[in-house]
């Protein structure tokens, strides 16, 4: 594929810039470390390399440069090289440009004779380096540039080998290269997501027309004291001084001039968005979406989940995979930069954290949703993304954010979730024409309780709610049979009066009927709140059931019989027919006089208050 080459102003580029000394740092950095994905040949688009007289001469080499706390020897593909003849009466002449290959590599040639010089006794060649290629630059007022040594009296066909070359370490050249490097890996990772290399693909005029595609330019000097920004007025990044020891800083910044490129120069408003010393702090939605978005690219591109970053002599470290709920000191919600590149990480990885990390879809669906979504609806918030979907909504439940998650239920399937703070929601769909019961159980100490909803808005007045106290399970029971409540979708809500921990909950529809002197075993593990089968009472029968329990269990016995009114088809614990006397061991009994009606199919509801073993209910009459 041929390359893309830009090389403005190149009369400003004659001679070498002037640097102030690098200050000393507070940490070591970071290095690039292992890419997610394979690397991408070092590729630019422009005319292609003519083929080469043997007359010429020429120069080759590898650059590489040394990572502040990181590899040896990294390679710098995609760096512009220069190859110049040296000429003492005159201007130096420009012989050759390119970019360096994939591994650093550059091969530059030139015409053998030295018009310029009244000896022509061959050329005097030097190699200059340039942070600069057609899609990004580093620069501090031009791009930064260094030399190679000077080679005199290259005669025709000559090649002169440079070697390995790199930069010293603590030069203004090293920290530049290293910022430079840094930008290649996101440029080669945004350009793996879509079909052409501009930072915005549609920015490509097909077949070869490249000139829309932005340069992205990155300011930086050595000694500079400004805290890092991106400045969407003049679409440039500044960067601090020291930000060049640190990757994710610099992909960081580079990502919202990309994401200002994908907007037209739509960007948000990122007013007030604090001092960067805690991404867990809430700002704004725009604020935390731009930065959230870009550092959600930086972990990205470098495919490490921790954050590292340094504001002047603070360095901090940010693991966006492991923040949760019960992360200390983050706030919750979408104007947390945290909680939105927590949430775009779990959308995109394959590291998901039980219960509510569901995703595991790439990177490439959220990027395709930024190149394609219509321009007349921008996404400046995470909350125009078209996120759809139970496991996209728990996805981001995981990171605090919550888009009306009602977390689905299966029938008969026992699952824990942490302190109900705030509220959680469910849903479950009765769709057998026979008694259910929703119960949770909260630990030992705790007030959690619970209220059911027709509505997935949970508006109106409750259907049902269960308030038992602390340490005590609740539930609501729904009565389906034919001529009762009509199968569909119901809404649970789980909220805390006091207490905190995990609690246990489940959702389970009757499957059998239990007769006069049938006994019913039920094995419990300690996870598993409540069962329920249905039993058929006759008008005015006196009923008695029992049930036994070993040794450290505790159940808990309840009876529901319904009417023809429909206010008693939809209940909460409190609202039983009757219960059993609760006993700490042995058998506990329950007893009751059915009216005149007969109630039909009842609800028996075995609560497992605490323990693991089996129950024997029996129903005596």
């Known amino acids: 594929m041929p ?8 009369l400003l580029m004659l001679l070498p810039l002037a640097y102030a000394p690098v200050r000393a740092g507070a940490a070591e950095g970071e290095g690039v470390g292992a890419a997610r994905y394979a690397f991408r040949a070092a ?10 007289a043997g007359a010429d001469a020429c120069a080759d080499g590898t650059l590489v440069h040394d990572e502040t706390g990181g590899a040896s020897d990294v390679a710098l593909p995609n760096l512009q090289v220069q190859l110049w003849d040296k000429d003492s009466g005159s201007p130096d002449d420009l012989l050759d440009t390119d970019l360096t290959g994939a591994s ?4 530059l040639c030139g015409p053998a004779e030295d018009l310029d010089d009244t000896a022509d006794n061959g050329l005097d060649l030097f190699v200059r380096v340039v942070t600069e290629n057609g899609f990004w630059r580093v620069e501090d007022g031009q791009a930064h540039q260094f030399d190679l040594s000077l080679v005199s009296n290259i005669s025709g066909g000559t090649t002169h080998h440079y070697g390995q070359s790199k930069p010293g370490d603590g030069t203004p050249e090293a920290g530049a290269l290293q910022i430079f490097n840094a930008l290649d890996r996101l440029w080669s990772w945004t350009a793996a997501r879509h079909v052409n290399d501009c930072w915005d693909a549609l920015d490509h005029k097909p077949p070869d027309d490249y000139s829309k595609c932005r340069q992205l330019v990155v300011d930086w000097r050595p000694d500079s004291a400004t805290r890092r920004f ?3 007025a003049l679409n440039r990044v500044h960067l601090n001084g020291i930000d060049f020891k640190w990757r994710d800083a610099v992909v960081r910044e580079a990502a919202k001039s990309i994401l200002d490129d994908l907007f037209d120069d739509d960007f948000p408003d990122t007013q007030d968005c604090g001092s960067g010393t805690q991404i867990g702090k809430q700002t704004t939605v725009n604020c935390a979406w731009v930065n959230g978005f870009a550092d959600w690219v930086a972990v990205q591109v470098f495919a490490d989940p921790v954050m590292d970053w340094q504001i002047g002599t603070l360095v901090f470290h940010e693991n966006l995979e492991t923040a949760d709920w019960d992360t200390p000191g983050w706030d919750t919600g979408d104007a947390v930069e945290g909680r939105v590149a927590g949430a775009l990480l ?5 590291a998901n954290e039980a ?4 995703l595991s879809a ?5 990027w395709a949703m930024l190149l394609n979504h219509s321009w007349g609806q921008r996404l400046h918030r995470l909350s125009d993304l078209p996120l759809v979907g139970v496991n996209a909504l728990s996805t981001l439940y995981a990171n605090t954010i919550d888009y009306g998650l009602r977390d689905p239920m299966t029938n008969a399937l026992a699952i824990s979730r942490r302190t109900p703070v705030p509220a959680q929601n469910f849903r479950y769909t009765t769709t057998t024409q026979r008694w259910s019961v929703m119960a949770i159980r909260p630990p030992s100490g705790a007030d959690y309780d619970l209220r059911l909803f027709a509505s997935f808005d949970l508006s109106g007045i409750p259907l049902a709610t269960s308030t038992m106290g602390a340490s005590n399970p609740d539930f609501v029971v729904i009565d389906s049979n034919p001529g009762r409540k009509p199968l569909g979708t119901f ?5 805390r009066y006091s207490g905190s921990g995990a609690y246990d909950l489940k959702y389970v529809q009757a499957s059998f009927t239990a007769g006069i002197g049938q006994a019913v075993s039920v094995g419990m593990t300690a996870g598993n709140p409540v069962a329920v089968w249905e039993t058929v009472i006759a008008a005015g029968a006196a009923v008695k059931i029992e049930v036994t329990q070993a040794a450290g269990l505790n159940a808990e016995l309840s009876l529901f019989c319904s009417t023809a009114t429909s206010s008693s088809w939809v209940r909460g614990r409190p609202l039983a027919s009757a219960v059993a006397p609760q006993l700490a061991s042995g058998t506990e009994t329950l007893t009751w006089t059915a009216p005149s009606s007969a109630p039909g199919g009842c609800a028996v509801v075995l609560v497992n208050k605490s323990g693991s073993g089996t129950y024997t209910v029996t129903r005596k009459s």
């Open 104 to 107: 650093g590599s550059f091969l």
């Open 230 to 232: 991106y400045d969407s």
């Open 355 to 358: 219960p509510w990390d569901r």
């Open 346 to 350: 779990d959308l995109s990885d394959s």
């Open 491 to 495: 809404y649970p809500q789980v909220y």
């Open 362 to 366: 790439g990177p490439d669906p959220i």
């Open 43 to 52: 590729v630019l688009h422009g005319p292609k390399k003519p083929n080469l």
């Open 3 to 10: 390359r893309r080459l830009v090389i403005p102003a190149l």
